[in-house]
C-alpha cells in the first residue's frame, strides 16, 4: 500500500533511510559518515518536517503489514533558473535493502511520478550519485536522461558527486 506520510511514521522513516544509505552507499560515501548516521536524529528531522511539510511536497511511504518499507519524497525543482517554473524534483527514493529488485522501488517511484504529472509539472528530475550505477540504471530505465548538470552534495555535507537526470512529461510517459 502507498499512501501519503503522516508524523507518527518518522521513526520508522528514519530507521529505514540509515538502513538504506549504509547498504546502497557503502564504498563511494565516507565509511565514518555511514556509520555515525543516527536513526534517532534522523527520525526527528524527519518528524519536523512532516509537522511543517510545504504544501508543494509530498512524501509517500510503502507499507506492508504496517510496517514502512519504502518511501519517497517529492517537490518543486531546486534548480528551476534552468528548468522552469514548473519542474518538479524527486528528493529520494528508498526501499528497504532486501526488497531491491522486487518492483517496490518501480511502484513507488511510478505512483510519485504520477502524482507529479498529474499536479501539471514538466520536466521531473531526479539527482543520483554518479557512483551509484545502480540509481542510475533504475531512473535510465524510467526515461530519464542524464542533462549534464552536475552538483556536489552539500546537504549532507559529503560532497559526493551527482549527476541530474531529466524527463520531460510531454515528450514521454513513465515506461518502466
Not at 563511494?28 to 511543517?52: I, K, R, S, V
Not at 503489514?65 to 524534483?89: K, M, N, Q, S, Y
Not at 529488485?101 to 554518479?130: I, K, N, S
Request: charged share 25%; glycine share 8%.
Amino acid at each position: 500500500m502507498i499512501r501519503a506520510a503522516a508524523v507518527s511514521d518518522a521513526p520508522a522513516i528514519g530507521r529505514l533511510k540509515v538502513r538504506a544509505w549504509r547498504s546502497a552507499y557503502a564504498g563511494f560515501m565516507p565509511e565514518a559518515f555511514l556509520d555515525a548516521l543516527d536513526p534517532a536524529e534522523d527520525a526527528a528531522g524527519w518528524a519536523e518536517y512532516l509537522a511543517n511539510m510545504p504544501q508543494e511536497h509530498r512524501l509517500w511511504v510503502a507499507e506492508h503489514a504496517e510496517t514502512v518499507i519504502g518511501f519517497c519524497r517529492t517537490g518543486p525543482a531546486d534548480d528551476d533558473t534552468d528548468l522552469g517554473a514548473h519542474a518538479a524534483e524527486v528528493y529520494g527514493l528508498y526501499i528497504e535493502p532486501d526488497l531491491i529488485g522486487t518492483g517496490l522501488g518501480r511502484e513507488l517511484f511510478t505512483h510519485a511520478l504520477t502524482d507529479l504529472e498529474a499536479r501539471g509539472h514538466d520536466p521531473l528530475c531526479v539527482y543520483a550519485y554518479t557512483s551509484n550505477t545502480t540509481a542510475l540504471r533504475f531512473y535510465e530505465k524510467a526515461g530519464f536522461i542524464k542533462d549534464g548538470v552536475t552538483r556536489l552534495d552539500a546537504e549532507d555535507g559529503t560532497g559526493v558527486p551527482e549527476a541530474r537526470l531529466v524527463r520531460h512529461v510531454r515528450e514521454q510517459r513513465i515506461s518502466f
